[in-house]
């Protein structure tokens, strides 16, 4: 029964990514003119000076074509065009076997069969189609039209060249950035109770993967390995510049990064690398050290100071555990050239370290910051700040420390 259910789960699963999917190659074929609603009378909505239509998607891929197949598609259609609502139909169905034999058109004979119901428990037999008249049967069929579906995989391809060419990006930055981005804006736009809240148009979708905080979600997950995500961010950040040492860069930890069986790394190693190998000695005396930002209970924060001074890490948090300073927690460290010339030999700290209340205090005096690579869950942790965000959960200390060390 456990099977059953996990094969049920992945079958929907699977329904749902074939469905945004689809979405998202509707969303990227729309032109200037068309609104697209997503979840709306079908799967998607789609109407402009052209016209409209109304797109429902089938997931098949355990089945065989069959009239039958489409039965559930075309009862809530038919019920919808009875009613009065003129668009073109299209049902775009994948079955596992035979989805070549999927015609494009249904003749109203085909229609009655599809919508001839054999049960088989009971024996009986049900016309879906009898509380229409035939005149209005032979009307539908000139409004609907069937599109055999690709594969999932080669769908996919299809929304990876797509994005490819709409964002002008790489192939690596549409499959380790905007895949996941624009499979997580379709999948929000679709849980929206409001139906004003569910449109969307073509350039709505671009802005947003444009303006989007690099972001990994539960679809990133889905679609792409964190080494891929890993790789397509490190590039965004090296081509966007934001991580330059002379930038006022912040690492916001959400809890406690423990060493997982395949890290050597813990919170404590990876404060260390920004503090001794990302800052100080030999770099330019124009860098800044990291700022960290602690979310995490009392307990642990005072134990990850203690680690911190046993690797001979030198970290200001503007005396927080008497009084914090604001102006005194911006003022940078003390620096000793080497040489009298522009590399760094000394410096008066390594690196800035305080909890989430004392950086929400900096922040509310008017000081700004212009990175936060942060791995907290929630997007709108820091408001009021003009800060690029870049969120990172699901991110171990060691695959942080690779992304850093990329750019």
């Known amino acids: 029964m456990a099977e059953d259910t996990n094969r049920s789960a992945s079958s929907?699963?699977?329904?749902?990514?074939?469905?945004?999917?689809?979405?998202?190659?509707?969303?990227?074929?729309?032109?200037?003119?068309?609104?697209?609603?997503?979840?709306?009378?079908?799967?998607?909505?789609?109407?402009?000076?052209?016209?409209?239509?109304?797109?429902?998607?089938?997931?098949?891929?355990s089945q065989k074509y069959s009239l039958a197949g489409l039965r559930s598609s075309l009862i809530p259609m038919l019920d919808s065009f009875e009613r009065g609502l003129r668009s073109n139909y299209i049902v775009h169905a994948h079955f596992g076997k035979e989805t070549s034999q999927v015609p494009r058109s249904l003749t109203v004979d085909e229609l009655k069969t599809s919508l001839t119901e054999h049960q088989k428990k009971t024996g009986n037999t049900i016309l879906h189609f009898g509380k229409y008249k035939n005149s209005t049967l032979e009307d539908f069929v000139k409004f609907l039209s069937i599109k055999g579906g690709k594969s999932m995989e080669?769908?996919?391809?299809?929304?990876?060249?797509?994005?490819?060419?709409?964002m002008e990006c790489s192939r690596e930055e549409a499959v380790g950035l905007h895949y996941g981005n624009a499979l997580t804006f379709v999948a929000e736009k679709a849980c929206q109770k409001d139906v004003s809240s569910r449109r969307v148009t073509r350039e709505q979708l671009l802005n947003h993967l444009n303006r989007k905080p690099l972001l990994y979600t539960i679809w990133h997950r889905e679609v792409t390995s964190i080494e891929n995500f890993v790789k397509a961010t490190a590039r965004r950040l090296r081509a966007t510049r934001l991580l330059l040492p002379k930038k006022n860069r912040v690492l916001y930890l959400e809890e406690p990064l423990t060493a997982s069986q395949d890290s050597f790394l813990d919170t404590a190693g990876l404060i260390?690398?920004?503090?001794?190998?990302?800052?100080?000695?030999?770099?330019?005396?124009?860098?800044?050290?990291?700022?960290?930002?602690?979310?995490?209970?009392?307990?642990?924060?005072?134990?990850?100071?203690?680690?911190?001074?046993?690797?001979?890490?030198?970290?200001?948090?503007?005396?927080?555990?008497?009084?914090?300073?604001p102006q005194l927690f911006h003022?940078?460290?003390?620096?000793?050239?080497?040489?009298?010339g522009d590399a760094i030999e000394k410096t008066s700290y390594d690196i800035r370290l305080v909890n989430e209340e004392s950086f929400g205090k900096y922040l509310k005096e008017?000081?700004?910051?212009?990175?936060?690579?942060?791995?907290?869950?929630?997007?709108?942790?820091?408001?009021?700040?003009?800060?690029?965000?870049?969120?990172?959960?699901?991110?171990?200390?060691?695959?942080?420390v690779s992304l850093i060390a990329r750019v």
Not at 154 to 166: D, F, I, M, P, Y
């Open 331 to 340: 003022r940078m460290p003390v620096q000793v050239r080497f040489k009298r």
């Open 154 to 166: 080669e769908q996919k391809k299809e929304v990876l060249t797509g994005l490819t060419s709409a």
């Open 366 to 400: 008017g000081f700004e910051v212009d990175t936060i690579l942060s791995t907290v869950q929630a997007v709108d942790m820091v408001p009021n700040s003009d800060a690029t965000m870049v969120h990172i959960p699901g991110l171990d200390a060691e695959k942080i």
């Open 12 to 61: 929907t699963i699977a329904g749902y990514r074939y469905q945004f999917d689809l979405t998202i190659l509707e969303i990227l074929s729309a032109d200037s003119s068309e609104i697209l609603t997503i979840e709306g009378v079908e799967d998607v909505d789609k109407s402009g000076f052209g016209g409209s239509s109304l797109v429902q998607c089938k997931y098949l891929s």
């Open 272 to 325: 260390t690398f920004l503090a001794l190998d990302d800052y100080g000695e030999g770099q330019l005396y124009t860098a800044r050290p990291w700022t960290v930002v602690v979310r995490s209970s009392s307990h642990w924060y005072m134990n990850l100071k203690r680690d911190l001074l046993g690797k001979g890490v030198a970290y200001y948090d503007g005396y927080e555990d008497v009084l914090f300073n």
